[in-house]
């Protein structure tokens, strides 16, 4: 009977002065890549946004699919945020919150809820609402979000495949 052994190597940094540990390996599994992916992605998508509706205002800002978008690339960013920060400072965590469902979920909801919010946005643009630089921007954005949903979905699988344990 064989059985297969799985090994980790995990980097830590310190610093003498303020004895923080960083998890400087967590950023070179899978999870980790993504988490920063998204991460990077999503702060774009905010930045875009973000100064085109305080430069542009629309007149039914309420309703606008614009502003959904921020409030969904705002909510995921500080999540992502706050995941990765707790894995890196942590030696313990990400593989721990891994085996969690509390990712499951989470990269789950992320990832229906950007996808809704990039479609919505796309479809307002292609409606032709918006000013040429406008419109270019948050077609940007729009197609931004629909890359950043699917590494949420990718997420999601793995987070899927390692609460199962498979």
């Known amino acids: 009977m064989s059985h297969s052994v799985v090994i980790t190597r995990t980097t830590t940094t310190t610093t003498s002065a303020s004895h923080v540990v960083l998890n400087t390996g967590y950023l070179r599994t899978t999870p980790g890549l993504l988490k920063l992916a998204q991460l990077i992605i999503g702060a774009v998508n905010v930045g875009i946004v973000a100064y085109y509706i305080r430069h542009y205002p629309s007149s039914a800002l309420a309703t606008s699919p614009e502003l959904f978008f921020l409030l969904m690339a705002v909510a995921f960013l500080i999540g992502t945020f706050c995941l990765l920060a707790s894995c890196l400072v942590s ?76």
């Open 91 to 166: 030696l313990s965590t990400g593989g721990i919150i891994s085996k969690t469902i509390y990712e499951l979920i989470y990269h789950t909801i992320a990832f229906l809820l950007y996808l809704i919010a990039s479609i919505i946005l796309l479809v307002d643009v292609t409606n032709g609402r918006y000013y040429r630089a406008m419109k270019d921007a948050y077609m940007a954005a729009s197609v931004l979000g629909l890359i950043v949903s699917s590494l949420y979905l990718f997420s999601a699988l793995l987070a899927q495949r390692s609460y199962r344990g498979i």
